[in-house]
């Protein structure tokens, strides 16, 4: 018996990266974009709403840090899996995010095999 695919919402404010983002993931057999924002307050509320596994979450949404969406993700005892995605690799920022309640940071580097694989490992 297979598991239902992994239901993931995807949070970046650049259009195109959002785009691509939801194509890869959406040609995974065992992965479902169920949502996607452009903005904090939009992730917050698509988090709020959708009952999925993993959020995919840009460290910058529209010139606002994410660390807003993870502290309201965290506090309202959402138990959904969070994967910052991001282009900044400075270790101290890094060091930050994941105090800050995500589960995985995942560079923003072309190498999106390392983002499909951080979102399998949400699963076990």
């Given at each position: 018996?297979?598991?239902?695919?992994?239901?993931?919402?995807?949070?970046?404010?650049?259009?195109?990266?959002?785009?691509?983002?939801?194509?890869?993931?959406?040609?995974?057999?065992?992965?479902?974009?169920?949502?996607?924002?452009?903005?904090?307050?939009?992730?917050i509320?698509?988090?709020?709403?959708?009952?999925?596994?993993?959020?995919?979450?840009?460290?910058?949404?529209?010139?606002?840090?994410?660390?807003?969406?993870?502290?309201?993700?965290?506090?309202?005892?959402?138990?959904?899996?969070?994967?910052?995605?991001?282009?900044?690799s400075?270790?101290?920022?890094?060091?930050?995010?994941?105090?800050?309640?995500?589960?995985?940071?995942?560079?923003?580097?072309?190498?999106?095999?390392?983002?499909?694989?951080?979102?399998?490992?949400?699963?076990?």
């Open positions: 018996m297979t598991a239902p695919p992994l239901r993931i919402i995807v949070a970046e404010d650049n259009e195109d990266l959002r785009d691509l983002l939801v194509t890869i993931i959406s040609a995974e057999a065992d992965m479902k974009c169920v949502g996607t924002a452009a903005d904090v307050d939009t992730a509320a698509t988090t709020a709403e959708q009952k999925a596994d993993v959020i995919v979450l840009d460290l910058e949404l529209q010139g606002r840090s994410s660390i807003d969406v993870l502290k309201a993700v965290r506090g309202a005892g959402n138990n959904i899996s969070i994967i910052v995605f991001s282009g900044h400075h270790p101290e920022m890094i060091r930050h995010t994941l105090a800050a309640g995500a589960d995985a940071y995942v560079p923003k580097n072309g190498d999106y095999e390392l983002l499909l694989d951080a979102i399998r490992d949400r699963r076990t």
